[in-house]
């Protein structure tokens, strides 16, 4: 069977990490979120999968090539240019990439599927795509009913009783939701759609398609579906999905590594006098990481791979990527450290280059001698005291 996973955005509210890994490549403990949907997809039959790329498009396609050791047969369609050289993204809409694909040779010859490439979700796809069969759609959105103070976190789909869908409200406030129930960005199509998709044009389906078949009263439904489902659309959603499965909440991944003390997990060769150090669990540390006497770790924490904590450094609840060198008595709590940047829980982040800052959160390959004054003012500027 046929599927499609959308990964052409820039992922703007994911930023910094974003500027040089595309959305569906960041990490869940090492494993980049579009490998779950790809598991997903292939443990639900769905094998000969398209991926439409954009930015960043080589890292998607250097990691997945044809698919093969994933289990599934996986092909690329860029929406772009090169210039000079260097492929620029131009994406196409989400409805406008799936129409490109078509165009090229017609692909979606039956009943298929079509997820966002940044969320991870556990869902039963053969019982959706029955029920997709069994209402005569055309076009069916997964949905999740959500608490009712949060609808305006997310987009609200309206449906009667019957399950059609009659309006769309983006992000309503408490009082103006017309529903509970939300787009999950899983979506389930007849071939027949491409009629309503005009060609060569940017055309998205939140915004464009969906609201078309409203108009024409296109048999065209909202299914509620009971699964796990963690968006990575924004910092704060990621920051909230690494913690969901350090403290076990996202019950569909398992922490990588191995579990060295109770809630300690690590990968190979970690560089640690457990006597020397505090680490409070849920922690997960990447292998070929140094840490130092004197440091302490607190949960939930993920350090990547080949990560250097130097002595004295105070890390609790935050995330930090590979190749990271935090110094002498740094304190990062609540914190997000991603090459030169460092981002609260908020999204909100210090370049640390620019504020000088460098000297303090570094490259771990870059051997550098920590300046003997403002440590421990610095420290404190990032821990937000």
Not at 160 to 182: H, Y
Not at 356 to 375: F, G, K, N
């Amino acid at each position: 069977m046929k599927a499609m996973i959308l990964a052409a955005g820039k992922g703007t509210r994911v930023r910094p990490i974003t500027y040089t890994t595309p959305k569906p490549m960041i990490p869940i403990l090492q494993k980049p979120v579009m490998e779950f949907l790809v598991e997903l997809l292939r443990k639900h039959g769905f094998d000969q999968i398209m991926v439409n790329v954009s930015h960043l498009a080589d890292e998607i396609e250097n990691y997945f090539r044809d698919g093969q050791r994933f289990g599934v047969q996986l092909s690329y369609s860029f929406e772009g240019s090169i210039q000079d050289g260097k492929l620029l993204g131009k994406a196409l809409g989400s409805a406008g990439g799936m129409k490109k694909i078509q165009d090229f040779y017609p692909f979606f010859d039956d009943t298929f599927v079509v997820l966002c490439g940044d969320a991870l979700i556990d869902l039963d796809l053969t019982a959706a795509v029955q029920q997709h069969k069994e209402k005569g759609a055309l076009a069916t959105i997964v949905m999740k009913s959500v608490p009712r103070d949060a609808v305006s976190s997310y987009g609200v789909v309206v449906t009667d009783e019957k399950g059609r869908v009659k309006a769309f409200q983006e992000k309503p406030s408490v009082d103006e939701a017309l529903s509970t129930s939300i787009n999950t960005g899983i979506y389930i199509f007849e071939p027949e759609i491409f009629q309503h998709i005009p060609s060569g044009c940017e055309f998205d389906l939140g915004g464009d398609l969906f609201p078309k078949l409203v108009e024409m009263g296109a048999p065209f439904y909202g299914i509620t579906m009971d699964f796990e489902w963690v968006d990575i659309g924004k910092v704060p959603d990621y920051w909230q999905a690494v913690r969901g499965v350090l403290s076990g909440e996202v019950k569909n991944i398992s922490i990588p590594g191995q579990e060295v003390r109770p809630g300690i997990y690590t990968g190979l060769n970690v560089a640690v006098n457990w006597d020397k150090v505090k680490v409070r669990g849920p922690v997960y540390i990447g292998g070929m990481t140094r840490i130092e006497d004197g440091a302490e770790i607190v949960g939930p924490t993920m350090i990547g791979q080949n990560c250097w904590l130097c002595n004295d450094a105070y890390v609790s609840n935050s995330v930090i990527f590979e190749y990271s060198r935090l110094g002498p008595g740094v304190r990062l709590v609540d914190k997000l450290v991603f090459g030169r940047y460092c981002v609260d829980k908020t999204g909100a982040s210090i370049d640390v280059q620019a504020a000088a800052l460098d000297w303090l959160i570094t490259d771990a390959r870059q051997m550098l001698s920590d300046p003997p004054v403002e440590r421990h003012a610095i420290a404190d500027i990032l821990s937000g005291s």
